[in-house]
């Protein structure tokens, strides 16, 4: 299939395929004179590649992971990837939580602050 058509499949523009391309996360398509020729399995990567960036992997990431396989998707690598970014998200969320409570108590100083006095000089929780 022609470029397009494999955009079109995958909801992606060319220029995004041709940039997959470009820094290896896609393969060199076959060529038929000035034509790029795609296979089904790169429909397969395309959504994969896209599926992974909605998911916070930037292509990078994915660049590196799929260059350990030549045979395939490496679904191993890919899980392991995944692991590590649960990680680091549940580490923010907790470093998040940290500050939400933070503001509250700021907040919460504030408010008894100007309940005492208009005036007052801010305070610092």
């Given amino acids: 299939m022609y470029i397009g058509k494999l955009a079109k499949l995958c909801a992606v523009t060319t220029k995004t395929i041709r940039h997959y391309e470009q820094i290896g996360l896609l393969p060199t398509p076959e060529r038929k004179g000035n034509y790029r020729l795609y296979r089904e399995k790169d429909i397969e990567l395309v959504r994969l590649i896209k599926h992974?960036?909605?998911?916070?992997?930037s292509l990078a990431e994915m660049t590196q992971a799929l260059n350990r396989s030549k045979d395939g998707i490496p679904w191993l690598t890919i899980n392991t990837l995944i692991e590590q970014k649960l990680q680091l998200i549940n580490h923010e969320i907790t470093a998040l939580e940290h500050k939400r409570l933070l503001l509250h108590n700021q907040q919460r100083a504030i408010r008894v602050c100007l309940d005492d006095d208009p005036n007052c000089p801010a305070p610092l929780a």
């Fill in 52 to 57: 992974s960036q909605q998911l916070g992997f």
